[in-house]
């Protein structure tokens, strides 16, 4: 199949790996024009001048970006009838659902896929992918999907597959401060932190973000796998949409106080493990 890539970050450079790996014939785009020819130049790729370029030779388009507005600007003049673009990047419902509305004007199908695992879950293809829109454009897009993912879910219209998007990432950032708080806690009483997490792990207490977040919040190791200041405008998106339906989600709003604090600490670059180190501050308190 023709397709076109359009963001070659952490994410992105991974999925489209599994494309091109697979033979499908890829045409990339990235703003920063030296990362899109490295990439292309290890798997085959072409390299377009535009988003608009890129468009023309595809079936179907991806994107993977930070935000709805940048999303929105690639998108902008990119129109052909018959082309489906799927955005894998995490922009909200409203965003997704304004794009889409401009995009129809154009003739081009629009559907949201965005998609939950980190880097390492991109690396292997085993991430977990929900995707909103109509039933015939998930259809075309699914073989590609499942190219990317190990559980691909159609899950209602479009917009609802950022909604279910935000709601779980803003679940897994309370459940990260909440894994910080009890390690400090733990601290304070004296425990052995390894055998805590061990048995957290292993009761009730057990949850992904213990499991991947407590060992490097006890080593103040932050390597990027997610960015504290991506989670932070996710769970932002989410209290947002959540506001507007008129639903309260307070775990949501204390774990943005929290990474709001990480921001305020230089830690935006940094995987949201830093939150630790907010945590560190309000316990007056330094794991070791």
């Given amino acids: 199949m023709r397709v076109a890539w359009l963001g070659l970050g952490i994410m992105g450079s991974l999925q489209a790996a599994h494309l091109a790996r697979a033979g499908h014939e890829l045409t990339v785009w990235n703003r920063t024009r030296a990362k899109a020819d490295a990439w292309a130049a290890e798997h085959r790729a072409t390299v377009a001048e535009s988003p608009r370029e890129a ?21 902008d003049g990119v129109g052909r009838d018959g082309l ?22 154009r003739g081009v199908a629009f559907m949201d896929a965005p998609v939950t695992g980190s880097a390492p879950r991109a690396a292997d293809g085993t991430l977990t992918i929900m995707a909103g829109g109509t039933e015939a454009d998930f259809a075309r897009a699914e073989p590609l999907l499942r190219e990317m993912g190990e559980l691909v879910l159609h899950v209602g219209r479009l917009g609802h597959g950022q909604a ?110 830093g939150l630790i180190e907010v945590l560190e501050g309000y316990a007056g308190r330094h794991l070791h």
């Fill in 164 to 273: 279910i998007k935000l709601i779980n990432n803003s679940v897994a950032a309370a459940n990260a401060s909440t894994v910080g708080q009890a390690l400090l806690a733990g601290a304070a009483a004296g425990v052995d932190l390894d055998a805590l997490t061990a048995v957290m792990g292993a009761g009730s207490g057990a949850s992904t973000m213990l499991a991947l977040k407590a060992g490097p919040m006890r080593a103040h190791d932050y390597t990027t796998l997610f960015k504290l200041e991506h989670m932070l405008k996710d769970v932002r998106l989410c209290l947002e949409e959540a506001q507007a339906a008129g639903v309260p989600f307070p775990a949501a709003a204390a774990a943005r106080d929290v990474l709001a604090a990480g921001m305020g600490r230089g830690l935006g670059d940094a995987d949201f493990a």
């Fill in 84 to 105: 489906l673009c799927a955005d894998m990047s995490t922009i909200g419902a409203l965003a997704a659902r304004e794009i889409g509305d401009r995009l129809a004007e």
């Fill in 55 to 75: 468009a023309e030779r595809a079936d179907v388009l991806f994107t993977m970006l930070v935000d709805g507005p940048q999303v929105a600007a690639v998108l």
